[in-house]
């Protein structure tokens, strides 16, 4: 999953007295405006499944039946490969149950990721052009 990259910034002026401390001096405030993507959906019908011959000990089932299972996840090219039991369904259960926990972690990542992004850009300043300006406790553009 491609880490969450914020739109371009934009600073908008809004002029209110603070309705918290209406004696206050300060009447202007900026603020940063950034738009993050939201994380994708895990699975969908992304997932293509291939049957293969399992690796080790077994003899001739091992070498003569298809029970191993390798599953992959066709938008982010992730792949799992389970062949512990000699039954291909309970490895098809297991291969995708082990795929989506991978990509839930691929996706805890990222959000993470876009976090650790939104705190830094909370502590900046805003700063820069303003390219919309509103008035009043109500947001009214000026």
Known sequence: MPPLRPAPCRTVLWSCPSPYRPAHARKNWYLDVAMFEPPSAAFGNEVVIETMRASGPGGQHVNKT????????????????????????????????LLNARLQAQADAGRERGKAERRVRHAVRAGGSVVRHFTGPRFVEA
């Open 66 to 97: 298809e029970t191993a299972v390798r599953a992959t996840h066709v938008a982010t090219g992730l792949s799992v490969k389970v062949g512990g039991s000699r039954i291909q369904s309970a490895n098809k259960g297991a291969a995708l149950a």
